[in-house]
């Protein structure tokens, strides 16, 4: 009884933290973001050009900038990210899915593109991509291929690197307090991604249109929830953010914190007699969960909405 209280009460003054920094350090992401156009003149790539890229590869040497990265995991983990986009897995009890969720994008926007980055970044210690010049510090670069406990990741040294990487170049104000990485912190407020974060991530990496609807602390307001985000799946790719602790309950956690923590990329939906069947994608998976619209309305706080060149993001 004493370990349940204690553990929330813990909880409770982390919520308490939350919700004092997303009111006092940021700006919310408003309801209906203009979309943002892509650079023109760039073209994406397919999934075939990447693999007959990586398959040239047959080995890589070690490189004196990440010491405790195996190439032949390195190469592996990577060669399985192209053949495999949904196989990416941001770790077990880690704060990195948002950037789970921009790789799993990534992957089918410009695989070609994100092969060659990572293999730049392992091979120089840095890398340039789309005027974006990646450069993480010494500590990320002793860390990964390091982790530890954190299921598939442990093995998964490219996506750790990369995942790593992310976390170290973008800051936002769930970071502020944190800037530095030190032993542990990829399950802290230092790998945090909150919405316009988010946002500004994919803006910057990838070849899309982008349209937001939402916030850290506000649930979009529109007539239907449902008709909104099947509507735009026809045209594009979906991405919510939602508070995941409603979805996925805990033994012993009585509080529920209000608050949206986790990004997931919607893959199909369908309704009947007010309750939702929706599939997502998440943590190197797909799940298919059963709600009702109510529920729904509940856990969505934001949702961004990704369409290529072509389309007109509206």
């Not at 982790?147 to 769930?174: C, F, R, S, V």
């Not at 802290?188 to 982008?210: C, D, G, I, P, Q």
């Not at 609807?213 to 506000?218: E, F, R, V, Y």
């Not at 914190?257 to 369908?270: D, N, Q, R, W, Y």
């Amino acid at each position: 009884m004493k370990l349940h209280l204690h553990n929330g009460i813990r909880y409770f003054i982390k919520a308490v933290v939350l919700t004092c920094n997303i009111i006092l350090f940021t700006a919310v992401v408003t309801a209906g973001t203009p979309a943002i156009p892509v650079t023109p003149g760039k073209v994406t790539s397919t999934q075939q050009q990447a693999i007959d890229y990586v398959e040239k590869i047959r080995h890589l040497k070690p490189s004196p900038h990440w010491p405790n990265i195996k190439p032949a995991l390195f190469l592996k983990n990577l060669k399985t990210n192209i053949h495999d986009i949904a196989s990416i897995y941001p770790g077990k009890g880690t704060n990195f899915c948002g950037y789970g969720a921009l790789t799993y994008l990534f992957l089918q926007d410009d695989p070609l593109g994100y092969a060659t980055l990572l293999l730049q970044l392992y091979g120089e210690g840095k890398a340039t991509f789309r005027s974006i010049t990646f450069d993480p510090s010494p500590a990320i670069k002793l860390e990964a291929g390091e982790l530890k406990y954190k299921g598939l990741l442990d093995i998964n040294p490219a996506e750790q690197m990369w995942y790593l990487t992310l976390a170290d170049h973008y800051k936002g104000y769930l970071n502020i307090f944190n800037h530095q990485y030190d032993d542990g912190d990829e399950n802290r407020f230092w790998a945090s991604v909150n919405y316009a974060k988010f946002n500004r991530m994919t803006r910057e990496l990838l070849h899309y249109n982008s349209k937001a609807k939402g916030a850290d602390l506000m649930r979009p307001k529109m007539a239907s929830l449902y008709n909104y985000i099947s509507e735009k799946m026809k045209t594009g790719t979906v991405v919510l953010f939602i508070n995941n602790r409603i979805v996925h309950k805990k033994d012993h956690i009585r509080l529920k914190l209000g608050v949206p923590t986790h990004f997931i990329v919607a893959e199909k939906i369908s309704i009947e007699n007010d309750v939702i069947t929706f599939m997502y994608w998440d943590y190197g998976r797909k799940t298919q969960l059963q709600v009702s619209t109510d529920f729904f309305k509940r856990i969505v706080f934001g949702i961004t909405w990704f369409t290529k060149k072509e389309a007109n993001a509206e």
